[in-house]
């Protein structure tokens, strides 16, 4: 049965795997499971959880790198996303 990847929106058959980042299960298309990619929001509320990129490990700061290039978001949206956490949840 065909699902949407919840990483890039397309519709095929997936494969569900464990997040190398959290204790989340994905549902990925073919393309995004063998490139590394997840879904935005995740790595958004995982880079929160940690206390922001600048505090994650060097193969994380790669893997929100490369999805961001993916997803077309630059590093000051995604700061701005994780502030706006911040705003929701406070300190």
């Known amino acids: 049965m065909r699902k949407k990847c919840e990483a890039c929106g397309e ?7 464990s ?3 959290s204790a989340e299960s994905f549902g990925l298309c ?20 940690i206390g ?3 505090k ?3 193969w994380f700061k790669e893997t929100i790198r490369n999805n961001l ?3 077309n978001m630059s ?8 502030e706006a956490i911040d705003s929701t ?3």
């Open 11 to 17: 519709e095929d058959e997936l494969i569900v795997c």
């Open 19 to 21: 997040s190398s980042f």
């Open 30 to 49: 073919k393309s995004c499971f063998a490139n590394d990619i997840y879904p935005y929001d995740a790595l958004v509320v995982q880079a929160w959880c």
């Open 52 to 54: 922001g990129v600048d």
């Open 56 to 58: 994650s490990t060097d």
């Open 69 to 71: 290039v993916f997803h």
């Open 75 to 82: 590093e000051e949206q995604f700061n701005k996303d994780i």
């Open 89 to 91: 949840f406070g300190d």
